[in-house]
């Protein structure tokens, strides 16, 4: 069970190398016994970020899934093992990484390429590590949105996510291809800072991304049983290996797919019932964008968001091509 944590303070500081000489970092750089695995395509705005608030990982490991714009060749130049490796899934990826030889440490570390590691956080991960009886660590994410951390809304409460694993007890079911979550056996304890996710890719690119979200999400929620059988399987074996909230997994699995006319239910909820409003413009278009994205969702997963054949709109004779003889019999017939 997840234990409150205290409200971390409004401006964390980026884990990386001091700015002026004889500054010193706390953990010093590659001090704690933990491998950093950094899932990378097409980062290279983000990934020198990562890379370095990951330095106080004994070792920092970027799995490339066909960057082409020269993401391998920066995580390298900063002193990053790069493995390159076609995408499995989000948990397929995930579950390849940890089980490579190549991996040093039992404990492994997952960061986004578009988060960083704040001073605080690494320096909690280093003075707990080693001295507690437990198989991971969970953590919440704080998440900027149009350059605002969205703190209100459910998201920020709602976004534990166990990160640093022992990896002899903690594995990925490879079937998830989205929204995947570690199972773990043993001890879950939770981290009193956060990881901050923080895209600097721009909009566009950030919403292209979550169409891609929304067609995996689809993708799961149409091949989901009833949700009195999700209940069954949420409740089941399984519940104790789970790294997912017990409400949060009958939020997802049970409750909403109950739920009429999801898109405006989820502004309601999020914008009104839990105070995203308090995020000034920011928190209002990203609430829209979260019922949008409810949308989507219910659209991607029918049969006419599939791809089509194309076909003409009439049902005519075959169109003759033009030849130059043609032409020249239709311009004659002109004058």
């Known amino acids: 069970m997840i234990r409150?944590?205290?409200r971390p303070s409004r401006s964390p500081v980026p884990y990386a190398a001091p700015a002026t000489a004889g500054a010193a970092l706390t953990p010093p750089p590659g001090s704690v016994p933990v491998t950093a695995i950094i899932l990378a395509r097409d980062e290279r705005r983000d990934i020198a970020r990562a890379v370095r608030s990951a330095g106080w990982c004994a070792q920092v490991v970027v799995v490339d899934s066909g960057s082409?714009?020269?993401t391998p060749q920066i995580a390298r130049e900063l002193g990053a093992t790069v493995?390159?490796?076609p995408w499995r899934g989000f948990a397929g990826q995930r579950?390849?990484?940890m089980r490579q030889p190549g991996v040093q440490h039992d404990w492994v570390y997952f960061l986004d390429a578009d988060e960083w590691v704040p001073v605080a956080l690494a320096a909690e991960i280093a003075e707990r590590l080693g001295r507690e009886d437990c198989a991971a660590y969970t953590h919440r994410r704080r998440f900027f949105f149009l350059g605002r951390w969205i703190a209100h809304c459910g998201w920020y409460a709602n976004s534990w996510q166990a990160r640093l694993l022992d990896r002899r007890s903690a594995s990925f079911a490879t079937a998830e291809e989205f929204s995947e979550r570690p199972s773990v056996n043993g001890t879950i304890l939770p981290l009193e800072?956060?990881?901050i996710d923080q895209d600097s890719k721009g909009l566009a690119c950030w919403l292209h991304k979550h169409i891609t979200y929304a067609e995996l999400?689809?993708?799961?929620r149409g091949t989901s049983s009833g949700p009195l059988r999700q209940l069954?399987?949420?409740?089941?074996p399984d519940r104790a290996t789970s790294s997912r909230p017990l409400s949060r997994a009958i939020a997802r699995d049970v409750v909403l797919p109950l739920l009429p006319c999801k898109m405006v239910v989820?502004?309601?909820y999020m914008y009104v019932f839990r105070s995203g409003w308090r995020d000034g413009w920011q928190g209002l278009a990203f609430c829209l964008h979260r019922a949008w994205h409810e949308k989507m969702i219910r659209l991607l997963g029918t049969p006419a968001a599939a791809p089509q054949e194309a076909v003409y709109p009439l049902d005519t004779a075959p169109i003759t091509p033009i030849t130059p003889t043609a032409t020249a019999t239709v311009l004659s017939s002109a004058q």
């Open 4 to 6: 409150p944590a205290a």
């Open 68 to 70: 082409t714009d020269g």
């Open 83 to 85: 493995w390159e490796q």
């Open 95 to 97: 579950e390849w990484a």
């Open 193 to 195: 800072h956060d990881v």
């Open 217 to 220: 999400e689809a993708r799961r």
């Open 232 to 236: 069954r399987r949420v409740l089941g």
């Open 266 to 268: 989820t502004f309601v």
